[in-house]
């Protein structure tokens, strides 16, 4: 029993990074259409900017939590304003593979520099150790994650639900047309949305920095799972991003603990059976014919 | 409550005042396709105009172009006496455009209440208060906090009809509101347009309905193959019903 919770645990933390960056991935698709392929590489860019942040500058993880995702943001606004911008009138394919160019280039510049063997990070000050509730051990710093990842996915659908802001993002998220032709310029909203998805997945990398291998490659498993997270949770359905993140990192701690060789395949598998049962993900919307 | 102390005097006679929609000589095209030629009308200001016409003659096209959401578009289209060409959707939903479309637009995502304050008031004194919308659509104040999509068809229609008054859209782009409707909702819409009408808003209504479009219409223009076949008002509409719809295939 007391495995099952640790393992419960594990699920969680590791949920929390999906929801986040599957929340980042909903919301540009959403309101821009754009299938984000390098949402894997931006992940990947949160954790890797952790470590060279504490190596070069002595930034501990804290100080990561904060001055990555705000990078992050910036370098997303970068990305929309010099390249996605131009392609969003087009079939949206084309982003996608502009996207996974980027992907490419940001992985083999990453590799150029730091190479491809992981690079050091340690658990922050304060959660190095475990936690012992009534018999349980567990990791501090997974309690942490967890709790973390759901107060800020609380907090973005509270902005999400609360603001005139938040509104507008849902209302365009649901139909961009439709809500330009209700007198919203749905255009001006792009260009900061583009850039809040990437910081969700830059605080999922920095999240994932102290308990993941920090290597070039590690957003390339991440994006495929993301992709499954958010066909399970119903591609546009903000909430169905973050309860199939939560879901998939479940299925995954579970896997790994009881069918090891099995754990990736797992998620897969219920990608499938929720695809068969519901065509639309569990919060996604029919489309009417 | 100060409503309603805005009276207009532009409620019928529209022929004699400017109009305030003028289309002239719009063509669209679907790639290759050409969906409509040379299409030209206009709305007063508190006129009801419809087009009539079977499925697949551009009726949607005509609104979604005046909208803004039609790409491939030749020809001109000015409000209010301003020329609304190049303009993006939002701007001309600013400029007082309200678009209702046919699927009815309602959020899922939203709540009613949500659902009626998204669009930007763009017109202060024309903007109806929630007060007002609750007054005419009571049956919106009961479901203020529902989401969109658990309302029946008619109050979907109601709330999709109901959104662009309250941001204060003066000429409001119908596009079939009595599609899929029984008979008793179709008389609700049918009173809510005539009311809306009175308030001095200006309506270009799409319709298949003809015996519907009768009782609502002061003018109709019968379109096929994407071109106007006929301009008429409706007391010439109604005698010749039978007629017109036998020319129109419908």
Redesign the interface.
Known sequence: MSAFIQYTLQGLATGGFYALAALGLAVIFGVMGVVNFSHGAMYMLGAVGSAVLLDVADVPFWGALVIVPILLFLFGILVERLLVRWLLGLDPLYNFLLTFGLTLLIVDLVKRRYGVSGLPYQLPAGLEGRINLGGLSLSSYQLFAAFFSVVLCVAVWLLLTKTRIG??V??S???A???????????RWVTPVFGFGIALAGVAGVLAAPFRAITADMGSNFIIILFAVVVIGGLGS?LGAVVAGFLVGLVEAYGQAYAPSFAQVLIFVLMAAVVLVRPAGLFG?EE?S | MAEQTTTTTTTSSATTTAPLLTVEKLSAFHGEAQALRDVSLDVAPGEVVTLVGRNGAGKTTLLRSI???HRNVRGSVTFDGATLDGR???K???AGLG?V?D?R?I????TVA?NL????V?DKDAAWSLDRIYEHFPVLRERRDFPGTKLSGGEQQMLAMA??LR?GSRLLLLDEPSEGLAPVIVNKIGEIIRDIKSQGVAVLLVEQNVSFAGTVADRHNLLAQGEIVESLPNDEFRSRTKELLQHLGM
Do not use: Q
């Not at chain 1, 047309?177 to 255009?187: F, H, K, M, Y």
């Open positions: 509104m507008i849902r209302a998220t649901e139909d047309e439709r809500t330009r032709a209700l007198g919203i310029n749905v255009g903000i919307r009417a | 909208m803004g959401l993006s959707a939002d001309r939903a600013r678009w479309p699927d637009g959020y899922a995502t939203l949500e304050s998204l669009p930007p763009v959104r662009p941001a």
